[in-house]
Structure formats: C-alpha cells, structure tokens
C-alpha cells in the first residue's frame, strides 16, 4: 500500500458488526470522505463477508480489521489456540478485503499478570504469532501489534519493545499499530514513540486522551502529525473513539461513561482538525 489513509474504528457507530450495521456504517463513512473502516472483528465466524466487501467495493471505502484475543485464545497463555483464532480472523479480514489484521493480536485486553513480562511468554508469543505472520505474508496482508497501556496489558507497552518482538520472530509481514491514547501514558513523547517504531511503523489510531473528540483533550496532535510526516509515514491514520461497544470491550478498556456526545462530533470537528493537520504538514496533499 503507498499513500496515507484517512479512517475510523467502527465503535464509533456500531458495538457488532453485522449485516444491518455494514449497511449503515459503510455509506456513512464514505459520506464524511473516509477512505477505510476499521472493523472491530472480535467475532469473526458471525461475520458475513461477501455482504461487506461489497458494500465496500461500492461506496469506494476500504476495510481493515482489528481485534483483540479472547481469554481462551490468550497467546501467552494458549499459544497453540491464539495461532488458530488469529488464522481464522485473518482469512476472514482477506475475503472482507483488507489488508491488514492488527490490534492486540499477542494477547487479551485486561490481562495482566502482577508482574513484568517473562522469556516464557515472550516465547509464547513468538510460538503463537509467526505461523500467522507467514500465513499474513502469503496473503499479501500485514499482522500489526499494537503496544497498549500497562493497565490493559503487561506485556507489550511501547513502541520499543514491540520492535524486540518483531525482531525476535522475523518475520516481514509484522508491523507495528500504535496508539496516541496509550502513547501518551507509555512513551516519553510521541515523536520518540514514532521514532523508535522507526520502518516498522504502518498503522496509528489517533484517539484522544479521554478516547473521545480528537483535539479537546491533553494528546499533542501536532507533534504527532509533524513527527510522522518527518519519517515519510506511508500508512493509515485511524481515529478512535469508543461511543458504541459491547460490554466485554467496555469493561477491558474502562470506558463507564459517554467520550463524545455523538459520532457526527467526532468526525467534525474531531477527524477535520486531524486532517487539516496533516495537510499543514505535508502528510497529505491538499
């Protein structure tokens, strides 16, 4: 993929992606000049592909896929059983059409285990991950690992160490998935987290302090959107704000109250702002 790409994570509009909720969503994205729709596929199987992609195909939008790993899929834990969810979600992510699957693909929101990381689980996740990755490779897609908080997960928190990782398994179609809302808790600024992301930096959620309307919370858009534009980032900008989710993703992410008063809020003023942003930089043209 070459180019930069505008979108926006489907809790925005939607806790499930179904039939009723592609055919109300994908239109509405294309309205707002979106180029792609992240899809929050926690359920992979329930999802009705062939309806999507051409839902896609239709409006000019783009899908790609995230998720993260149920409890009985947890890499670190059942590395066998996360390679097996993550192949399934991945030949689902290709037959939607996208050409990603990324998130928190290593392990399950919430889980923690009181103390650092181990060369166990490490080596669990490396188990776990590099037949997805090479599955990804041959698919032409990319599997991005997205470094979260410390309260969401011990095992990945910064860009840093998400590069170890892709080092340690080798594989190319790894990528890095990072996250302005857990940048500003974990890196010591954001141009240092995109920095260390460095080559391996091919996705970013642009998601606000309080995971609500870009631009009124404590996140340094510009410095993001200048540091990006300084390293020649060729990938997709997706804004994220929680304001449709199951209770599930709700209690792992400690989302108890509403983070904008509607979806129409983030993406305007919310979403213009960040594209104004990246215009004044030279992220995109004009």
């Known amino acids: 993929m ?8 489907s809790s925005l509009w939607t806790a499930e992606w179904t039939k009723a909720a592609a055919e109300r969503v994908v239109p ?5 000049g979106l180029d792609l729709v ?3 596929l926690l359920n992979p199987e329930a999802v009705d592909a062939a309806h999507s992609r051409a839902l896609f195909e239709k409006h000019g939008v783009a ?8 409890m009985a899929a947890c890499a670190p834990l059942h590395p066998e ?7 399934e979600a991945l030949e689902v992510a290709h037959a939607l059409g996208s050409n990603t699957l990324t998130g928190v693909t290593y392990s399950t929101l919430g889980y923690t285990t009181g103390t650092r990381p181990t060369e166990a689980e490490y080596a669990n996740l490396e188990t776990a991950l590099r037949p997805v990755a090479q599955r990804a490779g041959e698919l032409g897609m990319t599997l991005g690992l997205e470094p979260c908080n410390r309260y969401e997960t011990h095992l990945l928190n910064t860009a840093e160490q998400t590069v170890a990782l892709i080092e340690r398994i080798g594989e190319p179609a790894l990528m890095i998935h990072l996250d ?23 996705y970013i959620h642009l998601s606000e302090s309080d995971r609500g309307v870009p631009g009124t919370g404590t996140v340094d858009f510009p410095a993001t959107i200048r540091a990006l534009a300084g390293t020649g980032f060729q990938g997709d900008l997706v804004g994220e704000a929680f304001i449709n989710m199951p209770p599930a993703l709700a209690r792992a992410l400690s989302v108890w109250r509403p983070v904008a008063n509607s979806p129409e809020e983030v993406l305007d003023p919310g979403m213009t702002y960040l594209k104004r942003l990246a215009v004044e930089n030279g992220l995109v043209g004009g």
Not at 2 to 9: E, I, L, P, Q, W
Not at 63 to 70: D, H, K, Y
Not at 81 to 87: G, Q, V
Not at 180 to 202: P, R
Request: aromatic share 8%; proline share 4%; hydrophobic share 40%.
């Open 28 to 32: 509405t994205a294309a309205r707002h």
């Open 2 to 9: 070459a180019g930069v790409r505008f979108g926006m994570h």
């Open 81 to 87: 059983k996360a390679t097996a969810f993550l192949l």
């Open 63 to 70: 899908p790609t896929c995230s998720l993260g790993l149920p």
């Open 38 to 40: 992240e899809i929050a």
């Open 180 to 202: 302005t809302y857990h940048m500003n808790i974990e890196e010591k600024g954001f141009a240092s987290g995109i920095e260390k992301a460095g080559k391996h930096l091919k």
